[in-house]
T-cell receptor, first 114, second 114 residues
Framework: DQQVKQNSPSLSVQEGRISILNCDYT??????FLWYKKYPAEGPTFLIS?????DKNEDGRFTVFLNKSAKHLSLHIVPSQPGDSAVYFC?????????????FGTGTRLKVLA | ETGVTQTPRHLVMGMTNKKSLKCEQH?????MYWYKQSAKKPLELMFV???????ENNSVPSRFSPECPNSSHLFLHLHTLQPEDSALYLC?????????????FGQGTRLTVV
């Protein structure tokens, strides 16, 4: 059973416009949410995160929104740039076992068109 | 050297071979993770170690054998693998039992089983 879902495998956006990547989760024990960016043949790199006590976190061009009641989060990139083209993974974390583990979605491939 | 380093970057092995993947982190973290990334699948959590103790084994077949001699090093010993085990294997580390922290990933080892 997939606890973190990214239902859009790919997204194309024009340079300068907004990119919105979506993520849904099922486990209400998740208390920390993260977005990672991944280029081919590299490991994922951390982008931005949000804790469950907030509904918005902003870092430069990147903003993450969390809707706990809907178990939904989204990543907004404004303005989108060609260098943002990559696979974006949503992840959720919970530590009820004493060690935090990170559960990932399948990723969304973002292509920013120049 | 900083961050999370994985060796080798690429590995081709026969089904009867025995090989090991190595991961080293220089971040002072106390938790380390092995993930598997197959095509069109989410990053699958395999193992979690916290202060050298294994705290999670996500129903991984015994042909994968992890070893964590200390908080900075993590190995994945491989033997009698199957072609479907071909994937990108990613190591990560984090501050373990601390909430609100992200995991840092290595570059991964691209494994091909022939």
């Amino acid at each position: 059973d997939q606890q973190v879902k990214q239902n859009s495998p790919s997204l194309s956006v024009q340079e300068g416009r907004i990119s919105i990547l979506n993520c849904d989760y099922t486990n209400s024990m998740f208390d920390y949410f993260l977005w990672y960016k991944k280029y081919p043949a590299e490991g994922p790199t951390f982008l931005i995160s949000i804790s469950s006590i907030k509904d918005k976190n902003e870092d430069g061009r990147f903003t993450v929104f969390l809707n706990k009641s809907a178990k939904h989060l989204s990543l907004h990139i404004v303005p989108s740039q060609p260098g943002d083209s990559a696979v974006y993974f949503c992840a959720a974390s919970e530590g009820t076992s004493g060690t935090y583990k990170y559960i990932f979605g399948t990723g969304t491939r973002l292509k920013v068109l120049a | 050297e900083t961050g999370v380093t994985q060796t080798p970057r690429h590995l081709v092995m026969g089904m009867t071979n025995k090989k090991s993947l190595k991961c080293e982190q220089h971040l002072g973290h106390n938790a380390m993770y092995w993930y598997k990334q197959s095509a069109k699948k989410p990053l699958e959590l395999m193992f979690v170690y916290n202060f050298k103790e294994q705290t999670e084994n996500n129903s991984v077949p015994s042909r994968f054998s992890p070893e964590c001699p200390n908080s900075s090093h993590l190995f994945l010993h491989l033997h009698t693998l199957q072609p479907e085990d071909s994937a990108l294997y990613l190591c990560a580390s984090s501050q373990g039992g601390h909430w609100n922290t992200e995991a840092f990933f290595g570059q991964g080892t691209r494994l091909t089983v022939v």
